[in-house]
């Protein structure tokens, strides 16, 4: 016992030597001071309320008109071929440096395979509350990360991956590494702040909760509010609240990036080509629409969560799966009156499909791209509106735009032609409503003749 103060003094001493070659191993300056920050007494953020997409719930069943016949006007159409550029061309990615203890993985069909560091590999989450926080930071600030970090990004930018490619990317990298869930979700938030991501991490319940900075809204998606940020927590889209958190208010030093869900760039993944046929029929004729597409593609697209309408709007085709079209609607409405071609493209996105809720089909609320409407059977106004807008805008080059009601989405087109209309910034644009079977260029649905939208999609 007379020896135990003495003991105790030469075990503090040796801790705070261990502390100061710790500092000193890192390699990056600002980790001493966020380190230091993230020892500081963390505060309760509470959950927000996710915002709700639709205001009221769509139509269960949307009752079809009477087949309609239109004057055809315009000028004649004769449809260019698109070409397919050959996008998913990559079948195996490998950063340069790959050893035998390497990460390896299937991302969407695509091969990859990671260095991770013998150093990094003992990051740990313990004892399981801030202090575990701390010592998982202070252990990863000290191994050799530089390499994964650097193969990270060279494969993002020979991929294309966008921010969500890039999340995905690291969750996957988290996951095979970690193990546990605690593990998996430090390792991201030290990746991606190393990325320059805004992320942080809080705990609830004795448990990491991993969140990103969004300037968008991300729906369906447990939310918290830093002064005037809003961060999400991604891995819980549509699966429930997490509740009161505690974290911290500094952001890691210069890791301002949002994560942003635009998708102007379908990303290239390892090919897993199918073929689908899409048939209907329109005044007693019978068509067939056959188009080729890249699965692993949609398989990305399905982990998507619910993005602003811009995003979907947006999104591009795979080019494969255009030229495809292209052909199809080649044969048939070449040399058709513009009226008539157009008519003919909103048919099929009316006709080819079966008009289904999102909780029905999904059991939750799902927007989906255009080419995701396609690989489907069921789909609802949205997603048509979305696929329809796609279509005119690359066949036709008109300018479309959303139209969203507080339970409905339609497109209206910027055409000399008459009917219903939406007026935007003095121009008139011509309703099209690719959910209304049987409905051509201008008709709207009865009940909303007379109302007035609550937005409108802008698609570039």
């Not at 001493?32 to 769509?58: M, S």
């Not at 006007?73 to 070409?83: F, S, T």
């Not at 009601?405 to 008139?428: C, F, N, Q, W």
């Amino acid at each position: 016992m007379a020896f135990t103060p003495l003991y105790a003094q030469q075990s503090f001493k040796d801790f705070k030597k261990a502390q100061a070659e710790s500092f000193k191993s890192y390699k990056d300056e600002r980790d001493n001071a966020f380190e230091k920050y993230l020892k500081q007494e963390w505060k309760a953020f509470n959950e927000q309320k996710p915002t709700p997409l639709y205001e009221e719930p769509k139509p269960l069943n949307i009752t079809p008109i009477a087949p309609q016949v239109q004057n055809p006007v315009g000028p004649k159409i004769y449809l260019q071929v698109k070409e397919d550029a050959n996008e998913s061309v990559i079948v195996e990615i490998k950063p340069q440096i790959i050893k035998q203890k390497a990460l390896s993985f299937d991302f969407f069909g695509t091969k990859m395979s990671f260095e991770l560091s013998e150093s990094l590999k003992k990051s740990n989450f313990y004892p399981q509350n801030q202090s575990g926080i701390t010592n998982f930071f202070s252990a990863a600030a000290s191994s050799d990360y530089e390499t994964l970090v650097a193969d990270i990004q060279a494969a993002a930018k020979e991929m294309g991956l966008n921010d969500w490619g890039v999340y995905l990317l690291v969750t996957k990298i988290s996951q095979t590494a970690a193990s546990n869930s605690d593990n998996t979700n430090l390792l991201s938030w030290f990746l991606l702040n190393k990325l320059g991501y805004a992320v942080k991490i809080g705990l609830a319940n004795g448990h990491t909760v991993l969140m990103h900075y969004a300037q968008k809204s991300i729906y369906a998606t447990p939310r918290y509010s830093f002064g005037n940020k809003n961060y999400y927590v991604v891995a819980n889209y549509a699966k429930g609240g997490v509740g009161r958190i505690f974290s911290y208010d500094q952001e890691y030093p210069n890791a301002t990036k949002e994560l942003d869900l635009s998708l102007e760039m379908l990303p290239r993944f390892a090919q897993n080509i199918q073929k689908k046929s899409l048939k209907f029929s329109l005044q007693g004729e019978n068509y067939n629409v056959l188009f080729s597409y890249n699965k692993n593609l949609i398989d990305f697209m399905a982990t998507y969560p619910q993005a602003d309408y811009e995003t979907f709007f947006n999104a591009p085709l795979e080019r494969a799966t255009l030229s495809d079209l292209s052909i199809a609607f080649k044969e048939y409405i070449s040399g058709k009156k513009a009226s008539n071609a157009i008519n003919f493209v909103l048919h099929f996105v009316q006709s080819a499909f079966v008009y289904q809720q999102d909780n029905e089909q999904f059991s939750r609320e799902k927007v989906m791209f255009a080419q995701e409407t396609l690989y489907y059977d069921k789909s609802d106004c949205e997603d048509r509106a979305i696929l329809f807008s796609s279509l005119v805008k690359e066949f036709f080059g008109i300018n479309v735009v959303g139209v969203k009601y507080k339970d409905h989405m339609a497109t209206a087109l910027y055409i000399p032609l008459e009917g219903d209309s939406v007026s935007i910034k003095s121009k008139r644009f011509v309703v099209a409503d690719p959910t209304y079977v049987n409905a051509t260029l201008g008709m709207s649905m009865p009940k909303y003749k007379d109302k007035k939208p609550v937005e409108y999609i802008i698609v570039k």
